[in-house]
């Protein structure tokens, strides 16, 4: 259409890094004796927000603004001594870009400005002024899914589609964005591709006030089990929880995260697949070795040979 400005943008700050929990990389928990003695604790000042104030016209309704401000208010923001004060001041703006964005206020900003009101020797209390500039509300555009490689997608993309519980022309949310590459991501977890990101990228339609959306898939490859272990269950309990897949399958991580669930009684009362499932990748051969390792001070960490 001639006239009519359009313009790419990046989606990935809005939405955040995607981490999606597939049980491919454990992480790294370390003991409750683990820190070294001859480290001194942090000294922290804490930040109290008493009250906020939104200044001029914002799209936000009163009772929004009001549930924001309470939760503002409720969290708990620290600084360290090395940091100013207002180092926290994009933290406590976040939930307030979030709600304009989940409304369609793709480019909205929010600029908060601290007001000291009393500073104690470990707490600072603050009324903090914000300013909102929500520009224009956008709807969402066309959808479409591409590989990152010359490899076909290994879903169809009418499944993928399914995935993001947005269609054309409802107001674009960010939120709802991010659930679908979740679900994208267990989606290719279910079938092996533990590695698998799905990158957002737009097109903004400045005329038309809407966002085209394509999704490209780094699908990696698949993996498949080819060890399982077990560390720090009793030998009678070692033999009860039954395994929901055998050497040889497609890693699916949703059966395995059913796994814990399903053998709660077996296991220690915090077990959890990030705590306790480390995941051993071979990429040469497309393999996992998985230890469930429920020691009271287990090593997770995975590695790639």
């Given at each position: ?52 104030e939104f200044q ?230 497309g393999t996992l ?17």
């Amino acid at each position: 259409m001639i006239g009519r400005i359009c313009v790419r943008f990046g989606i990935l700050a809005l939405v955040g890094t995607v981490c999606f929990s597939r049980l491919g990389h454990a992480q790294s928990q370390g003991c409750a004796d683990s820190t070294p003695p001859s480290l001194a604790p942090v000294q922290e000042t804490k930040i109290s927000i008493v009250d906020v104030e939104f200044q001029g016209e914002n799209p936000l309704s009163d009772a929004l603004r009001a549930k924001l401000a309470t939760n503002i208010k409720q969290d708990h923001l620290w600084v360290t001594p090395e940091k100013s004060d207002s180092s926290w001041i994009d933290w406590a703006n976040y939930p307030i870009r979030k709600a304009l964005n989940n409304q369609g206020y793709f480019k909205a900003s929010v600029e908060g400005t601290p007001y000291l009101v009393r500073a104690l020797p470990a707490e600072r209390l603050y009324v903090l002024s914000v300013v909102v500039e929500s520009g224009p509300k956008f709807k969402l555009g066309k959808m479409r899914f591409a590989s990152a490689s010359e490899t076909p997608l290994v879903f169809p993309e009418a499944l993928l589609r399914q995935q993001i519980p947005m269609q054309e022309g409802e107001v674009f949310n960010i939120s709802k964005i991010r659930d679908g590459l979740d679900a994208i991501g267990r989606l290719y977890g279910s079938k092996g591709y533990i590695d698998a990101t799905p990158e957002p990228d737009t097109t903004i339609d400045e005329e038309g006030s809407r966002i085209d959306l394509l999704i490209k898939l780094d699908q990696q490859q698949p993996y498949r089990i080819a060890k399982t272990t077990f560390l720090g269950l009793g030998a009678n309990a070692q033999d009860e929880p039954k395994l929901p897949q055998k050497i040889g399958d497609l890693f699916n991580s949703a059966l395995w995260q059913d796994f814990f669930k399903d053998n709660k009684p077996h296991m220690p009362s915090d077990a959890s697949p990030e705590k306790n499932m480390q995941m051993q990748k071979n990429v040469r051969d497309g393999t996992l070795e998985i230890t469930f390792d429920f020691r009271p001070c287990p090593s997770t960490q995975a590695f790639d040979e």
